[in-house]
């Protein structure tokens, strides 16, 4: 329930962070307190993946950027298992699959991050789904704590803003979190040497320097970048 109260002779507008606002604040501050946290942040040509998706349009499999940039993400923590976990009680615990959050907003300017769990197993059209079927339970409030807990690598997209880097705060216990930025059309040195105009995206790598040192953490995000490079 919205407790919104507003002092019409100061013109104070004052929103108490209690019930989920308040649970939310906690954690972040939590994690900030209890996470060594350190970003990497890097540009990348989504050219291709663009192209891939008006392909996939055209044969009528509607998936997003963000859909796209999951299949990625996945593909490239199978290769760097270091990001894909979580710091539990002074330990690093790693997984073998892949329990990917998605950050969501709510109304309320509310902030949610609920896991498709076992998300390699999925294809790119299943995955796409999970992720409609989980926002619209997160809209109605339908979300379980094993949902809102239980991820190991997070995603957030700012790509509809105009924030092309930024400093995503870890959604404890979780080792890494993924900004996606904006995707501007910028001038780009391709292999020959000559400069075109490509759409460029902008990742940014929130990690938890406790459990991932930098240069490994910069492996994933350039492996990262290069996968999506090729669509």
């Known amino acids: 329930m919205n407790m919104m109260t507003e002092d019409k002779h100061t013109g104070v507008t004052t929103l108490p962070m209690r019930g989920m606002r308040g649970m939310i604040a906690d954690n972040m501050r939590r994690s900030l307190d209890e996470?060594?946290?350190?970003?990497?942040?890097?540009?990348?040509?989504?050219?291709?993946?663009?192209?891939?998706?008006?392909?996939?349009?055209?044969?009528?499999?509607?998936?997003?950027?963000?859909?796209?940039i999951a299949q990625a993400v996945i593909t490239t923590l199978e290769s760097h298992p270091a990001l894909n976990g979580r710091v539990e009680d002074k330990e690093i615990h790693l997984y073998d699959q892949a329990h990917l959050s998605l950050a969501m907003a709510l109304p309320d300017n509310l902030l949610v991050a609920p896991a498709i769990f076992n998300a390699g197993e999925m294809s790119l059209l299943e995955r796409s789904t999970a992720r409609k079927e989980l926002a619209q339970r997160a809209r109605s409030g339908k979300l379980s704590v094993n949902e809102m807990t239980g991820g190991t690598f997070t995603l957030s997209n700012l790509g509809l803003s105009r924030v092309r880097h930024f400093t995503p705060i870890i959604n404890r216990p979780q080792i890494a979190i993924l900004g996606i930025g904006e995707t501007g059309l910028r001038p780009w040195v391709m292999p020959d040497g000559s400069i075109q105009a490509r759409k460029i995206m902008g990742l940014s790598l929130t990690f938890d320097h406790r459990a991932v040192d930098g240069a490994p953490a910069a492996n994933f995000l350039s492996a990262l970048c290069t996968l999506i490079e090729q669509g």
Not at 43 to 58: N, P
């Open 35 to 68: 996470a060594a946290q350190l970003t990497h942040h890097a540009d990348c040509d989504v050219t291709e993946l663009l192209a891939t998706k008006a392909r996939l349009a055209s044969q009528d499999i509607k998936v997003s950027v963000e859909d796209l």
